[in-house]
């Protein structure tokens, strides 16, 4: 079924690949000797194309976009009003790391910091890889079109890592060579990376895959011109924010001040947006069911543009996160295994439409589908029951970031439900069948719909399409409303931070959590830069930390 990947391992193998937590001690030049790996645009594309896809999923702390902690994900979820770790007695204090991550106290969070070695590595890789696609151009005369196809998909692949990079941190470096000197290191402006960025993708558009990807076949799992739309349209949604060097002066640029050459046409930030959304709305459409988009064979969705394969016979590659989420015995009924960890938030909860005193009048459908609640059954429909006989009962109402003392300490909180569980998943149900997704049609509607209203038209049509796919009653289109539907719509998906944020948000005090000084000022948008990296190329730390 997926064959495609098969060749990511092998290019794995052959190239000798090795993770190191530290971007600065990876050297992706000595990751192949080119006299032997690139005797055929075949080995070009397995040892220079292929080989960095296995670098998008992990399978330990601080690996991957998605699918693994302490990382990305992790950054953009924990740090929201959509999810807690709660300290549950003995259990996921974890030196405070949680705590930290909720409270905004991010440089007392240690770790978060791996993010950025993971990304900064995968740029390192993809311009060692640039490097031996140009090489191999030269050499071989006849196969200009491989070598471009080839050079645009890395490229696209590189500002992608630097999209992250910028969104977490703010500043990046912008080298294009994979042994970096320290001046090559310096951290450019915000602004200046995000127009990097955006050239880039822009440049190489046309040049990528235009097949769909998600779905099983010669391009399975690879960048396309969806992907590169699809980012496209976030960067331009977020440019109030990417285009301001100074987050914390409470001043933001006008989207509507600022221009943008989209294939020969000038546009505002909110028409370039609608412009990429459009582009999408050409090859992707919503699945008829929600569910079918994180399904365990939901490589058939019409709906995912960007996902990460997994195949639990095939990859390493793992997805953590219904395993941290559900209750020991939860996840033992199902011949699983669980870390009892992870929750929705008091106001995810509200936004969801859950009532305290338990009347379900006004429940958003998706919250079934989104998050085990109340009475816990298993995959026959039996009741799952606690070690002392008494049914397992997720109290959500009952969640608190630290210990609590309380009879519902271990079983508070609305746990993960939105993947559908594969009850052949190996490694405790962290390797399953499911493919990540990680762009999808949905986020596309609602980012149209978002860009309209700022742009001073009527959203409504793309917002209520979202709805309506649920059988949720129509809303007004209002900013306030959107912000809301992403909730809904995208828990669980790492989106939530980089909302709240443009949203103005992000800061606001909530359930446990006091709005900090550094809230007000907007320092706690960016996360704190590595000290390696202020040491080797001489930049100043962000401001706040």
Not at 119 to 127: G, P, R, T, Y
Not at 299 to 314: A, G, Q, R, W
Request: charged content about 25%; aromatic content about 12%; glycine content about 8%.
């Amino acid at each position: 079924m997926k064959k495609i990947w098969i060749c990511l391992v092998l290019a794995t193998i052959a190239g000798g690949l090795t993770g190191c937590e530290k971007f600065l001690e990876e050297n992706p030049h000595d990751r192949i000797v080119a006299d032997e790996a690139f005797e055929s645009v075949n080995d070009l594309y397995l040892n220079a194309v292929a080989a960095i896809y296995r670098d998008l999923g992990g399978n330990s702390n601080g690996q991957g976009l998605q699918g693994t902690g302490h990382g990305v994900y992790d950054l953009n979820t924990f740090t929201t009003d959509e999810a807690i770790m709660p300290t549950r007695g003995a259990d996921w204090y974890d030196g405070g790391y949680w705590q930290a991550l909720y409270l905004h106290r991010f440089g007392q969070a240690d770790g978060t910091g791996d993010a950025w070695n993971y990304l900064m590595k995968e740029v390192l890789a993809c311009n060692g890889s640039l490097e031996r696609i140009e090489l191999y151009g030269q050499q071989h005369k006849d196969k200009v079109d491989e070598v471009e196809a080839y050079r645009a998909e890395v490229r696209a692949l590189r500002a992608m890592f630097l999209f992250y990079a910028m969104d977490l941190y703010g500043r990046v470096p912008l080298f294009e060579t994979s042994s970096p000197t320290a001046a090559q290191m310096k951290l450019r402006p915000r602004s200046e990376a995000y127009r990097y960025i955006v050239d880039e993708l822009q440049q190489v558009l046309l040049m990528l895959i235009p097949a769909r990807t998600n779905q099983p076949g010669e391009f399975y799992g690879r960048m396309s011109q969806g992907a590169a739309a699809f980012l496209l349209a976030k960067l331009m949604l977020n440019a109030e924010v990417y285009a301001d060097d100074d987050w914390t002066d409470a001043t933001r640029p006008d989207g509507k001040n600022i221009k943008w050459n989209v294939l020969g046409e000038e546009m505002n930030t909110w028409e370039a947006v609608i412009f990429y959304c459009d582009l999408l709305a050409n090859d992707y459409r919503l699945e008829g069911n929600f569910i079918t988009n994180f399904s365990v064979n939901n490589e058939t969705s019409t709906e995912n543009i960007f996902t990460i394969p997994m195949d639990k016979y095939l990859y390493d590659t793992q997805y953590i996160y219904l395993f941290r989420s559900r209750h020991y015995n939860h996840a033992a009924a199902m011949g699983l295994n669980g870390e009892n960890g992870t929750s929705a938030t008091l106001e995810a909860l509200e936004t969801f439409g859950l009532q305290r005193d338990g009347t379900v009048d006004n429940i958003d459908p998706r919250f079934y589908v989104t998050y085990y609640s109340g009475e816990v059954l298993d995959l026959a429909g039996n009741p799952v029951l606690l070690d002392d006989g008494t049914p397992l009962v997720y109290e959500p109402w009952a969640v608190a970031l630290d210990v609590s003392g309380t009879p519902h300490e271990k079983t508070a909180g609305a746990r993960m439900a939105k993947y559908e569980v594969d009850p052949k998943g190996t490694k405790d149900g962290k390797q399953s069948d499911n493919d990540i997704v990680l762009f999808r049609f949905a986020d596309v509607l609602l980012m149209k719909a978002e860009a309209l209203l700022r742009n001073g038209q009527d959203g409504s049509e793309p917002f209520n399409a979202v709805r309506a796919r649920v059988w949720a009653p129509k809303r007004p289109c209002t900013l306030d409303n959107v912000l809301a539907e992403r909730m809904l719509e995208l828990a669980w998906e790492g989106w939530r931070r980089n909302d709240l944020i443009r949203f103005g948000r992000f800061g606001q005090a909530r359930s446990f959590r006091p709005q900090l000084e550094a809230d007000v000022k907007g320092y706690t948008t960016v996360f704190p830069i590595p000290g390696e990296t202020l040491a080797v190329s001489g930049s100043d730390q962000n401001p706040g930390y």
